[in-house]
């Protein structure tokens, strides 16, 4: 059964701490992503990465950084966190081509 | 960058309703997909098509690449439907998908 999962279901963090999600695959699939979802703005893509080491910014890359430095982890990280932030947040992950996208279970971050 | 538009945004139907979901996108694309969410977050993929027709069980996924447009239908609805539905589009030649904002389905029994 392949698996996208999310360290955190639940998460809630100060305003200015500096905040990890984390995301692992077991599929080997080459490309991982996280979005965060907003009511009446659906996904949006914070950042792609198609390799280990290799990132791309997405759509609302300003505020997050991330870091892979293995193939089956993709890293989420909020520098300085802010209430704008509070979010679902969701990992997911492909392999190349025209391909199914398996998704993690969401990590709803609320940022006070 | 692919728009991707669905529509309705909110729908509310009784048990048994044959139920459609629209979507249509902007630019030529490869294959379409179908998503669905339900309450607690998790997205699991219904369906990836690229021409004509899949089916799964009650789920019947239909697409029309030359008009750019994509719909879901789901036959004798169930409460356990009531999910939000996403299709997703590729950017063209592009690993990353384009996302509808959902419809939210509402199956009264």
């Known amino acids: 059964d392949v698996k996208v999962t999310q360290s955190s279901r639940y998460l809630v963090k100060r305003t200015g701490e500096k905040v990890f999600l984390e995301c692992v695959q077991d599929?080997?699939?080459?490309?991982m992503f996280w979005y965060r979802q907003d009511p009446g703005l659906g996904l949006r893509l914070i950042y792609f990465s198609y390799d280990v080491k290799m990132k791309e910014k997405g759509d609302i890359p300003e505020g997050y950084s991330v870091s892979r430095e293995k193939k089956e982890r993709f890293s989420l990280i909020l520098e300085s966190a802010s209430t704008n932030q509070t979010s679902m947040y969701l990992c997911?992950?492909?392999?190349?081509?025209?391909?199914?996208?398996?998704f993690g279970q969401g990590t709803r971050l609320t940022v006070v | 960058k692919n728009e991707v538009e669905q529509s309705p945004q909110n729908l509310t139907a009784q048990e048994g309703e044959f139920i459609t979901i629209n979507c249509s996108y902007s630019?030529?694309?490869?294959?379409l997909h179908w998503l669905q969410q339900h309450p607690g977050g998790g997205i699991v993929s219904l369906f990836m098509?690229?021409?004509g027709k899949k089916k799964h069980g009650r789920l019947i996924a239909t697409i029309n690449i030359q008009e750019k447009h994509s719909s879901l239908h789901i036959t004798a609805s169930h409460p356990r439907d009531s999910a939000v539905y996403i299709c997703a589009a590729p950017y063209f030649g592009n690993e990353k998908l384009t996302f509808g904002t959902g419809t939210r389905l509402t199956i009264i029994p």
């Open positions: 599929m080997d699939h080459e490309n």
């Open positions: 997911a992950s492909r392999t190349s081509g025209d391909t199914e996208a398996f």
């Open positions: 630019v030529g694309i490869s294959a």
């Open positions: 098509l690229s021409s």
